[in-house]
Every structure is written in structure tokens, then in C-alpha cells.
């Protein structure tokens, strides 16, 4: 009889632990498919990023966009002179060169989280960096001669 006691007794544990379990907060379908590509990034190792972001100059930046106005046409024509030349770079995703920029970007300027992407919108495609002059390989310049 105790022994049967006892099986009741676990098979109630049991169930209750399972039921609980069900109503458990879970996480939406929708909020999960809203994080998009974000969500396989968490996942993913990102690679070094190639520029030595630390070892560069910001005075571009800090001597153009200054608190407490921060100037739209100031502040995103020195970010757009200062990362164009990363275009490329910045915008692989598989690296880590825009967090890595944008650190640095923050630490030297003190910029509210979110300034330039609130600041500098260009439309979809993101900010538009001037085209860069063609490159003039040397035996194109001896043919010339």
C-alpha cells in the first residue's frame, strides 16, 4: 500500500512540474522573426576587423559635431568624411568593423548612443559616400607617355 502511495505521490510531482512548465513566458514567433539576421549573428563569430580603428584620428568628427546641438550637417559630413574610406569594410557584416568604429567613435566623442543613425539618414541605402577617383595603375601612366 505505501509503495503505491509513494508511485501516486511521484506521478503527481510529475504533472504538476510538467503543467507548470507549460505556463512558463515564452517568447513570440513575432518577436523572434522581428530580430531578423540580428538573431544568427548572436550565434555567429564575427571576424577582426582589418582597420586598426584604434590608431586612427577622430578630430574630424569630435572638432565638427559638439554638444549639446550636435549640427545634422556638421556632425554627418565629418562621420561621411571620416568612414567612407571603410565603406566597404563597415558594411560586411561578417566582421566586426562597424561596432568596432563605432566605439571608438563613441569613447573619444562622448556621443549619446544612436546620434548619427538618428541624425544622418540618406534615405534606404543608407548614407551615400562620395565615388572614390579612379585608381591610375603605373603602366597606365608609362602608355600615356
Given amino acids: 500500500m505505501e509503495r503505491n502511495w509513494c508511485f501516486s505521490y511521484l506521478a503527481i510531482l510529475f504533472l504538476s512540474v510538467a503543467f507548470s512548465a507549460s505556463l512558463s513566458t515564452s ?61 566597404k569594410q563597415i558594411n560586411d557584416q561578417t566582421t566586426d568593423c562597424a561596432s568596432t568604429m563605432f566605439s571608438y567613435i563613441n569613447l573619444y566623442g562622448k556621443y549619446p548612443p544612436g546620434l548619427f543613425a538618428s541624425k544622418c539618414q540618406e534615405g534606404k541605402g543608407g548614407l551615400k559616400c562620395p565615388a572614390s577617383p579612379p585608381v591610375v595603375s603605373a603602366t597606365a601612366n608609362t602608355n600615356a607617355n
Fill in 27 to 87: 517568447i513570440s514567433d513575432g518577436v523572434l522573426s522581428s530580430l531578423g539576421s540580428t538573431s544568427r549573428n548572436l550565434l555567429q563569430m564575427k571576424k577582426a576587423c582589418p582597420i586598426a580603428f584604434e590608431f586612427l584620428n577622430y578630430t574630424i568628427i569630435t572638432s565638427q559635431c559638439k554638444a549639446p546641438q550636435y549640427p545634422a550637417d556638421r556632425c554627418c559630413a565629418a562621420f561621411k568624411k571620416f568612414a567612407c574610406p571603410f565603406a
